[in-house]
């Protein structure tokens, strides 16, 4: 399915950001779905999970079971973690939810922690309709998605939540859009 194509590049976009700035530390997959594929090859990182189930959760992972449409805060302590991702998950939240998971992941976040986020670009929207109706993408997927972004509305979230040295693009043709971010810190960052 065109979907596991797209979830590697996802995985690898991210991949390769967090590892081009950090060798190793702790990380946290928001939305790590059903098995965490992208975690699995974050081998030298202390790997944590969270989503609303993961019913094979391996070994290695730590997994927490949290529903993130609630807009609860994370289960976490304050500056937890080196790096946070959330592929392909924000356009699955409600506009308020997705402004209280970013001031929570800003909050779980160590100083000059980096954040990546991957997500649909907003005018894909009727184009992935069209692959869920021809069973190339997930139509439960499509149909779960409720917000919609560009890279100046993804810019303008992370700021709000207080995200520092943001940084856009896109990727896959354009269809998808990722941000990598930095909560800001005492020491000087080191670009994403």
């Not at 594929?37 to 019913?55: N, Y």
């Not at 290695?60 to 529903?67: E, I, K, R, S």
């Not at 941000?179 to 810190?185: D, M």
Request: aromatic share 8%; net charge neutral.
């Amino acid at each position: 399915m065109l979907e596991t194509w797209l979830s590697k590049k996802r995985h690898k976009l991210a991949k390769d950001r967090i590892c081009a700035v950090l060798s190793a530390g702790s990380i946290l997959d928001i939305g790590c779905g059903m098995y965490p594929a992208f975690l699995e090859s974050m081998d030298r990182f202390k790997r944590s999970g969270i989503d609303r189930q993961c019913p094979g959760a391996p070994e290695w992972l730590d997994f927490t079971v949290h529903d993130l449409d609630k807009a609860e805060a994370l289960p976490f302590e304050d500056g937890s973690f080196d790096a946070v991702s959330a592929l392909a998950l924000i356009e699955h939240l409600p506009p308020a939810a997705a402004e209280r998971l970013m001031q929570e992941v800003r909050r779980v976040l160590k100083e000059n922690g980096l954040l990546v986020i991957t997500t649909p670009a907003y005018w894909t929207d009727r184009i992935l309709r069209i692959l869920a109706a021809f069973k190339l993408v997930s139509r439960q997927e499509i149909e779960e998605h409720k917000n919609l972004f560009s890279e100046r509305s993804l810019r303008e979230l992370l700021s709000a939540a207080g995200f520092s040295d943001i940084r856009t693009g896109n990727f896959e043709l354009g269809m998808n859009i990722y941000a990598v971010a930095r909560k800001p810190g005492l020491r000087g960052p080191k670009g994403p």
